[in-house]
């Protein structure tokens, strides 16, 4: 038998797996539950470190939202509540996974990371750990965020299609926004230069997007450049999935009649820019780790 141990950074108190030397599988099963279960106790150690990053985006669908929808906003086939509340999963789900990257700075500076790396596992075992946990609470917070906007009336259209339709964009946009932020976690120096970059890459493309308003009410060079954003085929999807297969988002960037195949073709973009950045993000993690 051989151990891994990984010490936590919360009691001080080390945490050991046994596991079978001779099973590869077993033993990074086993050390990607230990990080998974270290990295959720260092992100929602108190329950404000989970509810607090809601409060921009509840702000947005409860109190900003239904503010524009008095004075007028109108989007074709669709109540402005509803149009914006779905809006907001895409500030969500790009800050929550931003903020997380906070904790990968913590650990290289003052962490556990000297520690992580001894570990007779894969340096990328470590960031797959780190995503599963963002991942995790990023889901639960946009659930919470979409009941929190239908108790305020907003209408969304459920079915099961419309569901998987949501879920898998929204999934992969916080895939690549989590490899985004390890990429820059891993490359700035300190927290304070990291913070600095968050509005950035989390808050300004949401304006680009369709959030608010669709990207064709843009100027055509700004729409032009919306299309290249992933988030705005992330969220073309989210609205064609909730919003009772509203497919104008989807027009806006592809300008095809298929609904379906507008659908697919935007979830192979988020895809795409999810797989890249997940690599680059291990590979940036694992180059950074030995330098």
């Given at each position: 038998m051989t151990q891994l141990t990984v010490a936590t950074t919360i009691d001080a108190v080390p945490v050991a797996l046994p596991v079978e030397a001779g099973d590869e599988s077993v033993r990074l099963g086993a050390a990607l539950w230990t990080l998974?279960?270290?990295?959720?106790a260092l992100s929602v150690h108190t329950p404000r470190e989970l509810f607090v990053p809601l409060m921009t985006p509840v702000l947005f669908a409860l109190v900003i939202a239904?503010?524009?929808?008095?004075?007028?906003p109108k989007v074709p086939g669709l109540d402005y509540l509803s149009f914006a509340a779905v809006g907001t999963a895409v500030l969500l789900i790009p800050l929550n996974c931003m903020f997380a990257g906070v904790g990968v700075i913590t650990d290289r500076d003052t962490g556990a990371r000297r520690d992580l790396l001894a570990a007779p596992v894969p340096r990328t075992?470590?960031?797959?750990a780190n995503l599963v946990v963002a991942f995790a609470i990023t889901a639960l917070q946009t659930v919470v965020l979409l009941a929190a906007a239908v108790l305020r009336g907003a209408d969304l259209h459920v079915s099961m299609s419309g569901i998987a339709w949501?879920?898998?964009s929204a999934s992969l946009l916080a895939?690549?926004?989590y490899g985004v932020a390890e990429i820059v976690a891993n490359r700035v120096s300190s927290v304070e230069e990291y913070i600095g970059l968050v509005p950035g890459l989390a808050i300004v493309p949401f304006f680009f997007a369709g959030s608010l308003f669709p990207i064709s009410a843009m100027p055509a060079f700004l729409t032009a450049f919306a299309k290249l954003l992933p988030i705005t085929h992330a969220l073309a999807v989210m609205r064609y999935g909730l919003l009772g297969s509203n497919s104008s988002g989807l027009r806006d960037i592809w300008g095809m009649s298929n609904p379906a195949l507008m659908?697919?073709?935007?979830?192979g973009v988020v895809a795409l820019f999810a797989a890249v950045l997940t690599l680059a993000a291990m590979r940036v993690f694992t180059r950074?780790?030995?330098?």
């Open positions: 998974i279960r270290r990295r959720a239904p503010a524009l929808d008095s004075i007028g075992v470590v960031v797959v949501f879920a898998t895939i690549a926004m659908a697919s073709l935007s979830i950074s780790a030995i330098s």
